[in-house]
């Protein structure tokens, strides 16, 4: 048996906030000890005070987690919180591991988390994980895929890249008494029972297909032959206007970073498209995106309408709860790109609530805002997401 207990609570008192959010986990878990400890942290506190005074009331569990721009339950959607999930199984073994600098050595991080998997058997066959990245590395399109190869088995993957409530400036991954910056931290699971993964996006073109012209790494310089930034507001000027922007009195990074992650990038893959976010825009008007970005790609500028935000949302659980067949649900993790709550503003909730009804009465959900989303199943492409919601449920 498996069972998730959740709690969220915000406030200036951080002890009080956490011990808030702890006591409702805790009372919607019961007596049962705890296995794992999901923390999800806003920018506003003191993460490593906030990972301090959970272990402590924790006993010690293990413990992962992240800064975040966003956090919900099933009972509440918050800025500015601390939500805390609370695990207890006897059919998942759980082990947490933290490697840093990703950024100067992506693959060396990848190469000594994969050192660290833990070895199926036949009690237990599955092999799951949840991983967290800094997400402001611009390492996300590298990252999932290389761990992936380098485990060399069945796996099932669910997670993010950190954020900072659109401050776009540190973003911390945690992992039992640690908290860093610069690191990836992951929990595999081992379980008796298979994990239910899916993604979505809602994003259609807004521009005509366009093509990168000159890119380093994760950052975009030009498009079509013309500064990255430039082209941006000129396809995206009208639209912007609709909704109270004007893209030419941007200024702050918190202006420009909200803006951006309204109108990201497409990468066409098939019927499909492959969205990637561009956070922060330099002083030359080239573009820092979440992943790499390649040279030569051809390209669209996408826009995302509320209604299609919702029924991607409402589509993502769907698939999920298909894929568990009649299999009982202890709770749904979910990963959810902060720009969803932008684009939807007031009517996040609403989607939020679409989990709920799919889920049913009763299930407990621990989401949070993210910087880029994690889903890989194996046989897949590509583990890294953008503008997606990426669902993980947790048999019971």
Known sequence: MTKLGTGLAKGED?????????QEAKSNLGERRVDLVLVYCAAKYDYQKVVDTVRRLTGGAPLIGCSTGGEFTEKKVEKGSIAVGLVYSDDMKFFTCLEEGLKEDDVGV???????????????????GILYIDGLAGKGEEVPVNLFNMLGTEV????GAAADDLKFEKTFVFCDD???????????????????TSVRHGHIPLSTPLKVTKAKGSVVYEVDGRNAWEVWKEYTREDAKKIGIDVDKLSTPTEIGSFLIRYELGIPVGNEYKVRVPLSKNEDGSLNFACTIPEGADIFIMKSPKEDQVFSARKAMEIAKERAGGARIAGALIFDCVCRAI????DFASAVEEFKRILGEGVPILGWETYGEICFRTGEFSGFHNTTSVVMLLPE
Do not use: D
């Open 178 to 196: 640690e908290v860093a910056s610069n690191a990836a931290s992951l929990c595999y699971i081992l379980s008796k029972k298979p994990l239910f």
């Open 156 to 159: 099932i993957f669910g997670g």
């Open 343 to 346: 684009i939807l503003e007031e």
């Open 14 to 22: 951080l002890i009080q906030v956490v011990e808030q959010a702890f």
């Open 110 to 128: 990848m190469r000594r988390l994969a050192e660290k998997k833990p070895e199926v058997s036949p009690e237990y066959p599955f092999l799951g």
